[in-house]
């Protein structure tokens, strides 16, 4: 069973930045493709940005060339670093890790974006 827990949420205000860890447990982490997401309020929950296993990265057209998406395998850890942030960022974020046979998800940061 892999944990996964989000960190970083917050309230900032427009054009400022944060970053959002999610901290995976278990040994699988190196060997897992793992994604952010995110839900609007009111909306569906929409895909932002992943990484594999060799560290290729993809984002969804709405945060490409704001938001980055990295791993260290050494902590278990993948981060969403999202700059210049706008209201319409404003979501839980959530963390996915899939496997070969498993697909966990975290339980979600909130981030606001309002001034």
């Known amino acids: 069973q892999v944990q996964l827990v989000e960190s970083g949420g917050g309230l900032v205000q427009p054009g400022e930045s944060l970053r959002l860890s999610c901290a995976a447990s278990g040994s699988i982490f190196s060997r897992s493709f793992m994604t952010w997401y995110r839900q609007p309020p009111g909306k569906q929950r929409e895909w932002v940005a992943a990484i594999s296993t060799d560290s290729s990265t993809a984002y969804a057209d709405s945060v490409k060339g704001r938001f980055t998406i990295s791993r260290d395998n050494a902590k278990n850890t993948v981060y969403l670093q999202m700059n210049n942030l706008k209201p319409e960022d404003t979501a839980v974020y959530y963390c996915?890790?899939?496997?070969?046979?498993?697909?966990?998800w975290g339980q979600g940061t909130q981030v606001t974006v309002s001034s």
């Open positions: 996915r890790s899939q496997g070969s046979s498993n697909d966990y």
